[in-house]
């Protein structure tokens, strides 16, 4: 029998043990094509196991993650002798090369990493934004090979001057939401859900909900999610405009989807969007920023709107489709159509994985 690949994980993901159903799809299928190990993080103090490598969250929890990241990835290859490290982001690959383990890295962009700096968690890390900038790139390049998950991806592999080895996307645990599609709700409803900061533009719609909400005052927006800009939801609830789950499982999300006449995702910036997918397999149009990869899922007018991630555009595409349940049946339709094409099984996942580490 053909030994598997050995093959090292390294990301900033927080994985909680035991793995969640979703997490066990995915890693149970890499385990029939790769023999793995992932060095990531913990989202409390609880660490890991013989191949979930968690760092426990401390005070300082990133600046210790990321200055310990190439000790923990030069460790690991010395004691498990991969043949591939496969980094989350150009900043774990700018740490495993760092590390200078004669190990092939493989970089995965699952969105634009200047973002991580500018749009993402303190304002603090804008200071460090060129440096983040110029190490992400560095990283792309140096790089043994380049994966992306879509084609805004793609052409951000292009922009530094590399040919992607694979594009596919990122895993998706899409069964639950390809059951039978519930009608749409008899009161108009709006969705957003994703994690609560700049890149995802929620003050963007917290104002825009403002302004379409006095248009279209039947109408609902639920949210879901957390992050650094909850303090905006917070005062929208408070206000009784909206209501507001800081965390639900894939059941859950899929339940709150069908509860909606459609989803919102306003960002700054997107690498993919996967709940734009999730939407559409329970047949719920998007109105989304013309931005990054949301383009490469949303057409225009047909599975949902394409709009400035500016409030006023998103208050207009709101009451568009809110306020006229003939617009909103015929782009729920279009949405049906674009999710099918997405349901991929979680071996033909790992397959791919495994053929862009031997390739």
Excluded: C
């Amino acid at each position: 029998m053909t030994a598997k690949p050995r093959v090292l994980f390294v990301g900033r993901a927080r994985y909680a043990l035991p793995l969640s159903p979703t997490m066990r799809l995915k890693w149970d299928a890499v385990a029939e094509e790769l023999d793995y190990r992932v060095v990531a993080s913990s989202p409390d103090a609880s660490g890991g196991d013989a191949t979930f490598l968690l760092r426990p969250r401390t005070a300082l929890d990133g600046p210790r993650f990321w200055l310990s990241l190439p000790g923990r990835v030069r460790r690991e290859a010395r004691r498990f002798a991969p043949g591939a490290i496969v980094a989350q982001s150009p900043f774990e690959a700018a740490a495993a090369l760092i590390a200078r383990t004669g190990v092939p890295v493989i970089v995965e962009l699952h969105g634009d990493w200047r973002t991580f700096a500018r749009l993402y968690g303190s304002s603090a890390r804008r200071a460090f934004a060129r440096v983040a900038d110029a190490v992400g790139s560095w990283a792309v390049r140096r790089s043994a090979k380049v994966r992306t998950v879509s084609p805004y991806t793609t052409r951000l592999a292009r922009e530094t001057g590399r040919e992607p080895a694979a594009e596919f996307p990122a895993f998706m645990d899409l069964e639950p939401f390809a059951a039978p599609v519930a009608p749409l709700p008899a009161t108009p409803a709006a969705l957003f859900v994703g994690v609560l900061e700049l890149y995802k533009n929620i003050d963007g719609l917290v104002a825009a909900w403002r302004l379409a909400q006095r248009r279209v005052p039947d109408a609902r927006l639920r949210i879901v999610g957390a992050g650094t800009r909850a303090d905006l939801v917070r005062r929208l609830v408070a206000d009784g405009l909206a209501t507001w789950d800081e965390r639900l499982d894939t059941a859950g999300i899929a339940s709150a989807l069908d509860g909606a006449s459609l989803l919102v995702l306003p960002s700054r910036s997107e690498g993919m969007g996967r709940v734009v997918i999730e939407a559409f397999l329970r047949a719920r149009p998007v109105i989304g920023s013309a931005v990054g990869g949301i383009r490469d899922l949303v057409t225009d007018g047909d599975n949902g709107l394409l709009v400035d991630p500016e409030p006023e555009a998103i208050a207009d595409a709101l009451v568009r489709v809110l306020g006229d349940r003939d617009e909103l049946e015929r782009l729920a339709a279009g949405a049906r159509r674009a999710g099918q094409a997405w349901i991929v099984a979680p071996e033909e996942y790992a397959r791919r994985l495994r053929e862009l580490v031997v390739s």
